[in-house]
């Protein structure tokens, strides 16, 4: 029988150590405490609207989400589609890259080009549940533009790669 995975206390732990030092804070500066709850309020609503989409769109995803098909479309000769696959995987992949390195060995294996594995990495720097952040600071222009360099990058280094892969072998 398979065993529930146990559950992330990181949030449960990490609240209540800011509840408790907001308590100690406004017996210590009640004006200043209170300047940066409203702040922080203030940036909370912002965002809100924004947290509230990224999280439906990735609720969406990971419902409709396949991981056999995905791997299959990454193999060789797969093309524009292999491209678009590696790009979105990096973008929407979660978590320490290191992670991610038996699932690329392992597609590597069964023939996946080794210019996608870089533009998978490399397409991992566009973190979407910080896409809100980085449009609250530095606006929406300037996101879309820094994302769409990043991926035109990430394909460039896997052309790149690819080059030099069939370069050394010939």
């Not at 439906?56 to 696959?85: C, E």
Request: glycine share 8%; net charge positive.
């Amino acid at each position: 029988m398979k065993q529930a995975p146990k559950a992330r206390v990181s949030g449960t732990i990490f609240l209540p150590i800011v509840i408790t030092t907001y308590i100690v804070l406004a017996f210590l500066h009640p004006s200043k405490t209170l300047t940066a709850l409203d702040a922080s309020f203030h940036v909370f609503l912002r965002i809100l609207p924004i947290i509230t989409a990224v999280i439906i769109l990735l609720g969406v995803f990971n419902y409709f989400f396949d991981a056999k098909k995905f791997s299959q479309k990454l193999q060789m000769g797969s093309g524009v589609k292999g491209w678009f696959f590696a790009l979105a995987g990096g973008v929407i992949s979660h978590g320490p890259v290191y992670v991610w390195y038996p699932l690329l060995t392992d597609l590597r294996t069964h023939g996946m080009r080794d210019g996608l594995i870089v533009a998978f990495v490399y397409s991992r720097s566009i973190k979407v549940p910080m896409l809100p952040v980085m449009i609250d600071y530095f606006g929406w222009k300037f996101t879309v533009i820094l994302s769409i360099y990043i991926l035109i990058a990430s394909v460039l280094q896997g052309v790149v790669m690819d080059f030099f892969k069939t370069n050394s072998q010939s």
